[in-house]
T-cell receptor
Framework: DAGVIQSPRHEVTEMGQEVTLRCKPI?????LFWYRQTMMRGLELLIY????????DSGMPEDRFSAKMPNASFSTLKIQPSEPRDSAVYFC?????????????FGPGTRLTVL | AQSVAQPEDQVNVAEGNPLTVKCTYS??????LFWYVQYPNRGLQFLLK??????LVKGSYGFEAEFNKSQTSFHLKKPSALVSDSALYFC????????????FGQGTELSVKP
């Protein structure tokens, strides 16, 4: 079975440009999570959705960040405009329900570099 | 604030020796505890979790972890380390009243030498 799919795997862009990261969760999973990983801050939850509805976006750092989940099989994380400090690895994860006992399955990540 | 701590940035073990990667959590409600492993340039992989019941939890690749409520710890263990176990290990906690939010420790780099 395919796991969580993320694209692109690598993205290099210039400051000020718009960046869109994409995620396809595991089929049948109804919760989706976006994380950011940096050396300084470790793994941070940015936002999560349950049944396509955003539940907690308190981790989204600024208004430049936005996330959507138009259907159960697709989500995007957009940064507009991008800044060098946004450089990080962005992970998408999905789980069968948002219950606290359910483990999350992570995608391979998108390594974003903003010059 | 609810949190999880991994007191060691790095653990070095010789192949064949037992390994322990430590994790402690802050006390608040009933925690669900998880261990994940991250290999270079890969996403996190789920190893095991403690929900309730037996304090000793067995997971993937021969790993196990023991939940200790009095010490608020959830240390990861393996009786005999392999070189291929070398990776970054994350402990994480969730609380029943916190919904989906998974709080991660800072990670511990495990290095197993031949």
């Amino acid at each position: 079975d395919a796991g969580v799919i993320q694209s692109p795997r690598h993205e290099v862009t210039e400051m000020g440009q718009e960046v869109t990261l994409r995620c396809k969760p595991i089929s049948g999973h109804n919760s989706l999570f976006w994380y950011r990983q940096t050396m300084m801050r470790g793994l941070e939850l940015l936002i999560y959705f349950n049944n396509n509805v955003p539940i907690d976006d308190s981790g989204m750092p600024e208004d430049r960040f936005s996330a959507k989940m138009p259907n159960a099989s697709f989500s995007t994380l957009k940064i507009q405009p991008s800044e060098p400090r946004d450089s990080a690895v962005y992970f998408c994860a999905s789980s069968l329900g948002a219950g606290a006992a359910n483990e999350q399955f992570f995608g391979p990540g998108t390594r974003l570099t903003v010059l | 604030a609810q949190s999880v701590a991994q007191p060691e940035d790095q653990v070095n073990v010789a192949e064949g020796n037992p390994l322990t990667v430590k994790c402690t959590y802050s006390v608040s409600g009933n925690p669900y505890l998880f261990w994940y492993v991250q290999y270079p340039n890969r996403g996190l992989q789920f190893l095991l979790k403690y929900i309730t019941g037996d304090n000793l939890v067995k997971g993937s690749y021969g790993f196990e972890a023991e939940f200790n409520k009095s010490q608020t710890s959830f240390h990861l263990k393996k009786p005999s380390a392999l070189v291929s176990d070398s990776a970054l290990y994350f402990c994480a906690v969730r609380y029943r009243n916190q919904g989906g939010k998974l709080i991660f420790g800072q990670g511990t780099e495990l290095s197993v030498k031949p």
